[in-house]
């Protein structure tokens, strides 16, 4: 599975528009890339996945260059609950995937 | 329903106990996983079941033994633990076969080995 970079801290305002980028240089053309968000003692929860171009669910936009090397999570309006930290991830149909470090996104008032 | 289920939610245990942890879903999800969590840290994997078969192993420690009944359980039972054991340990699920391998994960046990 492919490694993923990501930056390991945000921080951002109530209302903003939240843009966390992750790099997969080695991804493969059957991975799908995959973002989670957790809250502290909670399990990560399913955000978004993609494989190309756009996709947007009522939570977040994931953008995917053609080369599929990096993605974007977009978080419209965020909201102080927002507050979690955020793995990106590449995935297939295989039954294992790696956490990488994850983004630790602060939200403030 | 997305709901996989964690018991207990805190666990004290001493070096000599023996326990066990429970993880339930019941969304026919073929595959199912244990992690462990250390602070600040990344979930890390320990064993996938698929097809309630042992499939994944990330070698770990005989006193960590998993267990899968049926396709809806899965144990983990603890012995003779270590201090460094102490962590959140995570179940998940997945859809498998034809999926794109999203897990969906229980809120989780937070040991502590005294």
């Known amino acids: 599975l492919a490694k993923t970079t990501q930056p390991i801290s945000m921080d951002s305002y109530e209302g903003q528009e939240v843009n966390i980028t992750c790099s997969h240089n080695?991804?493969?053309?059957?991975?799908?890339i995959t973002w989670y968000q957790q809250f502290p003692s909670q399990g990560p929860r399913f955000i978004i996945q993609?494989?190309?171009t756009k996709v947007t669910n009522e939570v977040a936009s994931l953008f995917i260059p053609a080369d599929r090397k990096s993605s974007t999570l977009s978080l419209p309006r965020v909201s102080l609950s927002d507050t979690a930290v955020y793995y990106c991830?590449?995935?297939?149909?295989?039954?294992?995937?790696?956490f990488g470090k994850g983004t630790r996104l602060h939200i403030l008032p | 329903d997305t709901e996989v289920t964690q018991t207990p939610k805190h666990l004290v245990m001493g070096m000599t106990n023996k326990k066990s942890l429970k993880c339930e879903q019941h969304?026919?999800?073929?595959?199912m996983y244990w992690y462990k969590q250390k602070a600040k840290k990344p979930p890390e994997l320990m064993f996938v079941y698929s097809y309630e078969k042992l499939s994944i192993n990330e070698s770990v420690p005989s006193r960590f033994s998993p267990e899968c009944p049926n396709s809806s359980l899965l144990n983990l039972h603890l012995h003779a633990l270590q201090p460094e054991d102490s962590a959140l340990y995570l179940c998940?699920?997945?859809?498998?076969?034809?999926?794109?391998?999203?897990?969906?994960f229980g809120a989780g046990t937070r040991l502590s080995v005294l």
């Open positions: 080695n991804i493969a053309t059957n991975d799908y």
């Open positions: 969304m026919g999800h073929r595959a």
């Open positions: 998940a699920s997945s859809q498998g076969a034809g999926d794109k391998n999203i897990q969906y």
């Open positions: 991830l590449v995935s297939n149909r295989d039954d294992k995937i790696i």
């Open positions: 993609g494989y190309k």
